[in-house]
């Protein structure tokens, strides 16, 4: 028998709980024993809970206990979070988390302390959510050459997206719903500004390249300035917006790392990844395009994620769990000036002039301003040849 310790009982952590409960038969035959949760640690109160009894508001109580051997982390946030994890594995107990925040913030100290402490610690639940990314990225593709990754990392972000465009509702009107369904941080900002995907690219880029970036050094932009022309006029270019994380290894060896809506043309596959999902297409030198896609948040469906490291510790119980990647902490000399990449880019000024040398296609003009489509060009070139316009969007294609 394996008991485990589930530290916050809110949306994934309850999750967790009603899952393990669900597939505790499928659970014993995948890892050969039975797995119980001994403890769950939530400060609130559950009084009259059915799991009362198993509900302690002390995490010092798991961690004086050798009979727990894997802990989840369900908390979110940095802090009480990281302090938790990092006892946790100092005592020589497996780690398990879906929170994103403590992986960008402090990734490269908790993997350096789970190695240290011959113990895992895993996350494959805090990128796309349901979607298995985390391990493919660490072992499947750990020989290949990462050339690039592309990913929607944010399902609250796609979800409303997706609404003001499939069902004409305003941006307040689906985040309301994204807020109801469990999707949304508990500060929404996190997701409409770009945080939490911001968060997700570091650790894929970390996973990708060995080098973990602060959230900070990158530049993020969210969704809040989308309006129903931007994303009216991408349906006219035959594309659809989305908030897109890039990272890819640049020729002189920098990585360039961005969050920022994007215009994604019909033949791209992340064209089609709508609501709540979330597609990830990395590019391998060797593997060429993969697209990995699935519910990129939800109670259950992260639970899940969260309930596949568990599975993989317990099964490796008693030989060699996988050794922790290893990863440094990068600063802005090894960061590649995002602003430099080379794309096409959809912009809309005021009036009807549009600058010839750069549009390539069609133009739209409605309401007093006109929109159009540039040849693939730089930041530099882009804002030279709109010198003079009265520009009122302006986003980047994929
Ligand atoms: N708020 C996050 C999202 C939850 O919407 O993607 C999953 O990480």
């Not at 040849?375 to 709109?386: I, R």
């Amino acid at each position: 028998m394996i008991k485990i310790a589930v530290i916050g009982f809110g949306n994934i952590g309850g999750g967790l709980v009603e899952l393990m409960e669900r597939n505790k038969t499928l659970i014993a035959r995948d890892c050969g024993c039975e797995v119980d949760i001994k403890y769950i640690v939530d400060i609130r109160d559950f009084t009259g809970h059915p799991l009362e009894k198993k509900i302690v508001k002390d995490f010092n109580t798991v961690l004086g206990d050798p009979e727990v051997s894997v802990v989840a982390e369900m908390i979110g946030g940095s802090h009480p979070a990281f302090d938790f994890s990092i006892a946790a594995l100092r005592a020589g107990k497996h780690v398990v988390t879906s929170n994103k925040e403590v992986v960008a913030n402090f990734g490269e100290v908790l993997l350096k302390t789970a190695a240290e402490n011959n113990v895992a610690y895993l996350f494959e639940a805090a990128v796309g959510g349901a979607i298995p990314i985390i391990r493919p990225l660490r072992e499947s593709l750990s020989s290949d050459n990462i050339l690039a990754v592309n990913g929607i990392l944010n399902g609250t972000t796609n979800y409303i997206l997706t609404s003001m465009v499939f069902s004409g509702k305003s941006f307040d009107e689906a985040l309301s719903e994204a807020r109801a369904l469990g999707y949304a941080e508990a500060d929404p900002s996190a997701d409409v500004d770009g945080i939490d995907t911001c968060r997700k690219i570091c650790i894929l880029s970390a996973l990708a390249y060995g080098t973990i970036y602060p959230s900070e050094l990158v530049p993020t932009e969210g969704i809040r300035n989308i309006t129903p022309r931007d994303v009216s006029d991408a349906a006219g270019f035959g594309a659809s917006v989305k908030l897109i994380a890039n990272t890819r290894k640049t020729s002189d060896g920098k990585i360039m790392i961005s969050v920022a809506p994007r215009f994604v043309p019909a033949e791209n596959p992340l064209y089609n990844v709508r609501d709540v999902f979330n597609g990830i297409l990395v590019s391998g030198e060797a593997v060429g395009d993969l697209m990995f896609y699935g519910r990129g948040a939800g109670r259950i469906p992260t639970a899940g994620a969260v309930l596949a490291d568990i599975v993989e510790i317990i099964k490796h119980m008693d030989s060699k769990q996988l050794p922790p990647p290893v990863w440094v902490r990068g600063g802005s000399e090894t960061l590649a000036d995002a602003a430099s990449e080379k794309s096409r880019f959809y912009c809309r000024v005021k009036g009807r002039r549009v600058p010839d040398n750069i549009i390539s296609g069609k133009h739209i003009y409605s309401d007093g301003e006109t929109s159009f489509v540039t040849v693939e060009t730089d930041l530099a070139e882009l804002e030279k040849q709109l010198a003079g316009y009265e520009v009122t969007a302006r986003y980047r294609f994929i």
